[in-house]
């Protein structure tokens, strides 16, 4: 099911860095020669970014916890099928802006714990974990500041504040330790180029490392 492709996310809390470092890793690895896809979720495929839509703008409530979970893991095997599993078939390295962990965390966590539908969701409809995980970890009052000064329509997340930002770091952290073979860990509260030189070391492992 892996296919000959590499598959990496990018994980952390909103302002971590994430994007940038998604965007600043596919450039690195395109100047390489590798061909490289570079994706995000909730979207990456026309379907799923018209979920992200449905979640991320308006009413924070206007999905009960259980629907926001199927429209998460909907948008996700939407982009899976589309978009995530080709890639990865025809031999592409693909970076993903969030995917899973996203959901155990923001889903399974913030409106009650709902940490086992999401898993059991997740191995029903989605049963694929990426071949590496990078985590940027970030203080949160730091995160919610960058978040919130690119603040635009989608701010349901943000909206909750520093609470959940110090709550999800932690989540975050403990599913990283949970998982040591998949995830690293880069600190994120250093300048772009510092942290990206981080990431780069690391894929540079996987890379050539032999299936
Ligand atoms: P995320 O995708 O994790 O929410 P972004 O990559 O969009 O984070 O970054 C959030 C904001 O912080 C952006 O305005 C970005 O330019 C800025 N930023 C990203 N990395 C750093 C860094 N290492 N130092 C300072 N500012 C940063
Ligand atoms: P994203 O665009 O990555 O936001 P940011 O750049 O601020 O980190 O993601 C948008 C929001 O979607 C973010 O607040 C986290 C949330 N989210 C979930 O709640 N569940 C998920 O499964 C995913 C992928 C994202």
Known sequence: MSGKGRFITFEGIDGSGKSTQARLLADHLRTEGHDVILTREPGGSPGAEEIRRLVLEGDPDRWSAETEILLFTAARRDHMERTILPALESGKIVICDRFADSTRLYQGLSRGDLRDVVDKLHALMIGREPDLTMLIDMDPETGLDRALSRRGTEERFEAFGTDLQR?????????????PDRFHLV?????????????????????????
Do not use: K, W
Request: aromatic share 2%; no cysteine.
């Open 167 to 179: 709550r999800m770091r932690q989540g975050f952290l403990d599913l990283a330790r949970s998982d």
């Open 187 to 211: 600190d994120g509260n250093r300048p772009m180029d510092a942290v990206a030189q981080d990431v780069r070391a690391v894929i540079e492992e996987l890379l050539a490392s032999v299936d």
